[in-house]
């Protein structure tokens, strides 16, 4: 059995001067202060201010709005089957088509749902 401190077999470990040990014998380098210096102001030039730009103008391009961008639901959105069925998502779709007792509604895209719901509603003259 080998003691705790011996390197074992199948590797090659040396020591670097100041007692650091690296797997393929090369002694390790520090790298200068000023070179680490430089590329941290690289990483900021190269990955921070792009964001900063991107971020700006799509500030820009929101026109700085908060909140929600979309128009606040008006009497045509609960009137209007079709916006109806556009606001929804898919399992509140699924839900609905369920209650109407269309068959087969689990197996069929949003889009095909979406208009096989508005025939239902135009077959019984919006009951909705």
């Known amino acids: ?7 074992q077999q199948g ?3 040396d020591e ?17 202060r000023g070179l680490v210096e430089l590329y941290g102001l690289l ?14 103008a799509m500030g820009g391009l929101l026109g700085q709005q908060g909140g929600d961008p979309l128009p606040a639901p008006t009497r045509a959105w609960r009137r209007l089957p079709e916006l109806r069925l556009a606001s929804m998502s898919l399992a ?10 269309l068959r087969g509604y689990a197996t069929q895209s949003r889009e095909s ?4 719901l508005l025939v239902a509603f135009k077959r019984r003259k919006g009951l909705w």
């Open 92 to 101: 509140e779709l699924r839900l609905l088509a369920r209650q109407w007792r």
């Open 1 to 7: 059995m080998n003691p705790p401190d011996a390197p």
């Open 113 to 116: 749902l979406s208009a096989r």
């Open 16 to 32: 670097t001067p100041d007692g650091r040990s690296t797997p393929s014998g090369r002694p390790l380098h520090p790298l200068p």
């Open 43 to 56: 990483a900021v030039l190269v990955v921070l201010i792009p964001e900063w730009m991107a971020s700006g």
């Open 11 to 13: 590797t090659h470990t």
